[in-house]
């Protein structure tokens, strides 16, 4: 397995007490090594402003660029809640996580060969024109259409079990039949999106989550919402929203996950790209904001993801 990282995606600095801090990445980071997972780390690149394009409008990214501080931070957002923050350092962490999973869809075709990007910024808040939620490039978005447009896959997809709805990966591929998305999410929470009559085309699958729901019921729900809806697409690729954040420990939700779950559910994805995608996984780190608790799932992910295809 190969996990892409950069020491640039812990340069990134969004203000003290902050959730989405470097120590998320270097603990995971520290807990890989110190594991008995056999990895291959590599070098996330930066992605160009080309292939970013097949999501976002280069205006947009260029904008986002623009704002960058000399010194200090600086939010995206207008809201009075805004914690979406740019620092001098940002440009590059940006950049190197959505290239992360631009490198990681070469390595998933052509290496027949599971891949990880333990990278920050997330991504999966970030709309076509908008970041928010810690997000300014939606990476996920970026390598699906990536991955059609170099090696004509035809049908996508995304499993996103991040404890926050993905508003921006289900506002890109909304009205999409190439793609689909399933999301668990507690529901109502931030960002206050992925109702579950929110269909698309019939490609959308919102499982909403009540707050304090235990890992039983979270499974069988996740199971069933969004497992079986995405085992009838027969996706040819399956790209993770890997988000740690519905774990008990977790300070931004209610959700009441173990770390041993985050294997199960992995497990199950895995076993329908098995099936359909000739073994063929992608995934992403989303959130997760309770250092143990991101460690810990995270191995358990990977220990789920590490066969070889």
Known sequence: MIIYTHNDCLRKFNGDNHPERKERLESII???????LKVEFK?????????????????HIEQIFSRIPKEGITGV???PYADTMLCPDSKNAILRSCGAGIA????????NERVFCAVRPPGHH???????????????AVSARYLQKKYNVNK???IDFDVHHGNGTQEIFYKDHSVAYGSSHEFPLFPGTGAENETGVGNIFNATLKAGILSEDFIKIFDQKVLKPIDKFKPEVILISAGFDAHK?????????????????????VDIANIHSKGR?????????????????TIEHLNALKSHI
């Open 43 to 59: 070098d996330a690149p930066l992605a160009d402003l080309e292939t970013i394009s097949l999501v976002h409008p280069k205006k």
């Open 126 to 140: 970030a709309e076509t024109v908008r970041a928010n939620g810690f997000c300014f490039i939606n990476n996920i």
């Open 77 to 79: 957002e207008k809201e």
């Open 104 to 111: 990681a869809a070469d390595d998933l075709i052509e290496k």
């Open 249 to 269: 420990r977790d300070p931004l939700a209610n959700i009441n996950l173990e770390s041993k779950d985050f294997f199960k559910i992995t497990k199950n994805i």
């Open 30 to 36: 520290k807990s890989i090594k110190s594991s008995n």
């Open 281 to 297: 996984v992608l995934s992403f780190l989303e959130g997760g904001y309770d250092l143990q608790a991101l460690s810990e799932s």
């Open 156 to 158: 996508i997809a995304i």
